[in-house]
Nanobody
Framework: QVQLVEAGGGLVQAGGSLRLSCVASGRTWPGYNMGWFRQAPGKEREFVAVISWSGGSTNYLDSVKGRFTISRDNAKNPVYLQMNSLKPEDTAVYYC??????????????WGQGTQVTVSS
């Protein structure tokens, strides 16, 4: 079992930055691919970014490429999502998720509770 806890959300003006973190507890860490998803009000949850268990591979939603960076330091546990040049359309609850499967992940086995990101115009 893996437990995930996100932190770092908040209110920021358009053009600003935030760094989200996801701390995992439980066994077999760090052998999981880790992803970030988001869900805006009235919309379905969407994929944002994912990083392989080794940190050597990443994928991003097209609309965040060049603005968001996912990273991990397996020695220190957290997975980060650095978000720069934020836009009002980035406003959502952001979720961290862990996948035990192969790369790229097709499903995620564990989810955090989410952290709110609000970008004002």
């Amino acid at each position: 079992q893996v437990q995930l806890v996100e932190a770092g959300g908040g209110l920021v003006q358009a053009g600003g930055s935030l760094r989200l973190s996801c701390v995992a507890s439980g066994r077999t860490w760090p052998g999981y691919n880790m992803g970030w998803f988001r869900q805006a009000p009235g919309k379905e949850r969407e994929f944002v970014a994912v990083i392989s268990w080794s940190g050597g591979s990443t994928n991003y939603l097209d609309s965040v490429k060049g603005r968001f960076t996912i990273s991990r330091d397996n020695a220190k546990n957290p997975v980060y999502l650095q978000m720069n040049s934020l836009k009002p359309e980035d406003t959502a609850v952001y979720y961290c998720a862990a996948s035990r499967g192969s790369w790229p992940p097709k499903q995620y086995d564990y989810w955090g509770q989410g952290t709110q990101v609000t970008v004002s115009s």
